[in-house]
Structure formats: structure tokens, C-alpha cells
């Protein structure tokens, strides 16, 4: 026996539902439904999990609706809290899923590469940015016993369409346009309902932000999902690119994926543009003391947490928001990998 569902009625035929994610200090994800001529439409599914599963089924019942009913689903970015159920979702109701191609790279990549790839990449990524043995040791022995498992999004669906930017979606009755926001994936986007608030007065509608613009929290910025990077990307400025895009349309509620719905978006993304600009210069101001590898710059970096209470697989998470920093650093001309270091190290510049 399920809990009641606390979904959320936002007016105007949207609601959120809160979908579990097992294990997960965020807790859940807010799955939005959209009410559309043809049929609601999920904005994101949540995580694959029979638990989730049974929250978002009961999330839609106290919505007055239904799986079945579903016409379509439209995916913010790739990560399994996100795209996780919805194979599952069309399985049930034939609805479409549609999701920008920059992301259905990942999922393709991620469903077609043996298992095994995946893990020797993230050891050999691990190494060149100076992880001690003590950490990849583990991985190390996983992928000498076979042991590679199955990475989240292994069985993520494929998307029957793509999600076009600054394109308007196909929503029978409804004006939702596609943002392509890459920065914490390479295809995330927001999607921006161009319709007046149904209470609030004033241009600039309603986003459905997904990870991008969250309330309190900074979405993690990293290196993207790639075994074949050439060090050409850089996702940190993606991001900061994409926030002032998201400034610009000024709308008057943003919906996330996470926590809670909130105004004023111009204050979170000046907060979220100081706060990696203060990363920045901190980084920068380390690099000038002395050589230093990513990974020992994620130890030096500031966390919610001590360096030491960091569990394993969070510290390859840090190390991997260090290099995406580290890269900014280089792409601005501030900092440069020293020649024949080994693991690489970076020095501050000018």
C-alpha cells in the first residue's frame, strides 16, 4: 500500500508529481504533466524503479488521469532520474518520447558500448587526472573479474523524436517552446511555456527548468559522457552561456525537477554565475601556488562536506566538476597543463 501522492496542481492543466529516487539524497524528481488537446504529456518519468514506478501511477490517478491516457513524454536530459521509466511509459501507452539528439547520442552510446568500455574509460580517466591507487583499485579489480555491471541508462528507452531548439513542440492547444541548455548534459534542454501565467500578472510565462535552474541547489557540471573526448568541449561555459539564455525570457515561475517551484530567475542565475566565478578564481589562485592534478584540486576545492566524509563514488563525481572547471580555466587562457606531467597537472597563466 502506497502513501497519497502530494502531487501539486500549478494551474492552467499543469501538475507535478513526486517521483522516488532510491537512495538518492534529492529524494525525488518533479515530474510535470501537461494537459494538451491530444492528451496530457509528462515532462520527464523519473527513476526506473518499482517504487517510482507505483508514484508516478498514483501521481497521475490524483491528477485525474492516467498511463494509458499518456500522449507523449518529452525528456529534459538523459540521466536515468529523468529519462529512467520511460520505456516503461510507452510500453503502456504508445506515447512518443522525445529528447534532444546531443542526449540520444548518450543513450545510443550508452545501450550499444559493452559495459566493460565504460568502466576501463572511467579508470584510465581516473588515472590521468592523479586518483591514487586506493581509489581505482576497486574499479580496477571489477574489470579484471568481468564485474563491468550495467551502467544507469543501460536500458533507457530510444527516443522516437527529437526535441528541436527554440523550436516549438508539437503540443495540440499549448505554446511550449524547446531551450537548449547544454552545460550539465549535452542535450539538456528547458522547456518555456509561452502562455500568461494563470496567476500572475505579466509577460514571460511559465520553464520547466528540469536540472538546469534548481532553487538551492547547483546541478553538477562535469566532464560529458564521452570516452572519445577530444578536450574540445567545455561544458562549464555551456552552462554559463545557457543561464543568461534562460535570464533573458524572464518567466514570471520556474518549475524544476527538483525541490520546488520558484519565482525571479534572474536572481538564481546571478547567483549561480557568481558562484562559479568564485570557483574560478579559487582554483586559479591554487594553480598559482603550485602544480597541481585535478584530482588534487578537487581535494582542495570547497564541498558540503570534508574532503574525507566524501563517499567513493561522489568523489569521482567532484573530480570530474574540477576538470570541467579546470577546462574553463584554459579555454580563458588562465591556466595550461604542464608538458610531460604524468598524470597531468595544470599551472595558473598571465
Request: with cysteine; charged share 25%; net charge negative.
Amino acid at each position: 500500500m502506497t502513501n497519497e501522492p502530494q502531487v501539486t496542481k500549478h494551474g492552467g492543466g499543469i501538475w507535478s508529481i513526486p517521483v522516488p529516487i532510491p537512495d538518492n539524497p534529492l529524494g525525488h524528481t518533479l515530474v510535470h504533466v501537461i494537459e494538451t488537446d491530444a492528451g496530457p504529456v509528462l515532462i520527464d518519468t523519473g527513476w526506473d524503479d518499482p517504487a517510482s514506478w507505483q508514484a508516478l501511477r498514483d501521481g497521475l490517478a490524483a491528477c485525474g488521469t492516467s498511463v494509458n491516457a499518456l500522449h507523449g513524454v518529452l525528456v529534459t536530459h538523459h540521466h536515468p532520474d529523468h529519462h529512467g521509466l520511460s520505456a516503461r511509459v510507452r510500453e503502456e501507452s504508445g506515447a512518443w518520447i522525445a529528447l534532444h539528439e546531443a542526449d540520444a547520442a548518450v543513450v545510443r552510446r550508452t545501450r550499444d558500448v559493452d559495459p566493460s568500455r565504460w568502466l576501463g574509460y572511467l579508470v584510465e580517466k581516473l588515472a590521468a587526472a592523479g586518483a591514487p591507487d586506493t581509489h581505482t583499485a576497486p574499479l580496477r579489480a571489477a574489470l579484471a573479474e568481468g564485474r563491468g555491471g550495467r551502467p544507469p541508462g543501460r536500458r533507457a528507452a530510444l527516443p522516437d523524436r527529437g526535441i528541436e531548439p527554440n523550436a516549438l513542440v508539437a503540443l495540440p492547444g499549448r505554446r511550449l517552446r524547446a531551450v537548449w541548455t547544454p552545460g550539465h548534459t549535452p542535450g539538456h534542454v528547458c522547456l518555456h511555456l509561452e502562455e500568461r501565467h494563470p496567476g500572475r500578472a505579466g509577460p514571460g510565462g511559465r520553464l520547466f527548468s528540469g536540472d538546469h535552474l534548481l532553487p538551492t541547489i547547483s546541478p553538477h557540471i562535469g566532464l560529458y559522457e564521452e570516452p572519445d573526448d577530444d578536450g574540445s568541449s567545455d561544458p562549464l561555459g555551456d552552462y554559463l552561456d545557457s543561464l543568461e539564455r534562460i535570464a533573458d525570457l524572464r518567466p514570471a515561475e520556474v518549475l524544476p525537477a527538483h525541490q520546488y517551484a520558484f519565482s525571479d530567475a534572474r536572481a538564481r542565475v546571478d547567483a549561480l554565475t557568481a558562484h562559479h566565478a568564485e570557483r574560478l578564481s579559487d582554483l586559479r589562485a591554487l594553480l598559482t601556488q603550485r602544480d597541481l592534478t585535478p584530482w588534487q584540486l578537487a581535494e582542495s576545492m570547497r564541498w558540503n562536506r570534508p574532503w574525507e566524509q566524501i563517499p567513493f563514488g561522489s568523489r569521482t563525481i567532484a573530480v570530474a566538476e574540477a576538470e570541467a572547471h579546470l577546462r574553463r580555466l584554459v579555454k580563458l587562457g588562465h591556466a595550461e597543463a604542464v608538458s610531460g606531467s604524468h598524470p597531468v597537472a595544470y599551472r595558473a597563466t598571465g
